[in-house]
Nanobody, 124 residues
Framework: QLQLVESGGGLVQPGGSLRLSCAAS????????IGWFRQAPGKEREGVSC???????YYADSVKGRFTISRDNAKNTVYLQMNSLDSEDTAVYYC??????????????????WGQGTQVTVSS
């Protein structure tokens, strides 16, 4: 059974950091691109970052220079290191498996399996 499980969310003060994890089971991460998305209340789900099977990384303009995506194929896990967080980053964060091995923007139709999400709240 293919599954993605996010963890690492929580409450953090503005300027703080969090590291999210996306653990995969039922398939091998090596062959697929993995994306991180987020959805704030009342807003559409938006792409944050993507990492290809070869390790190429892509970021939304809103997080460039602050977020870093990485993968550990041995652990079948993808990470999202988030630094310099501000209130605009508050959202539920989801990881998702791309149907392809490469990233090409963040169209939702490219992603066929999703985790349950983890809440990130940035507040003082």
């Amino acid at each position: 059974q293919l599954q993605l499980v996010e963890s690492g969310g929580g409450l953090v003060q503005p300027g703080g950091s969090l590291r999210l994890s996306c653990a995969a089971s039922g398939f091998t991460l090596d062959y697929y691109a993995i994306g991180w998305f987020r959805q704030a209340p009342g807003k559409e789900r938006e792409g944050v970052s993507c990492i290809s099977s070869e390790g190429s990384t892509y970021y939304a303009d809103s997080v460039k220079g602050r977020f870093t995506i990485s993968r550990d194929n041995a652990k079948n896990t993808v990470y999202l290191q988030m630094n310099s967080l501000d209130s605009e980053d508050t959202a539920v964060y989801y990881c998702a498996k791309n149907r392809r091995y490469y990233c090409s923007g963040f169209p939702l139709y490219q992603y066929d399996y999703w985790g349950q999400g983890t809440q990130v709240t940035v507040s003082s």
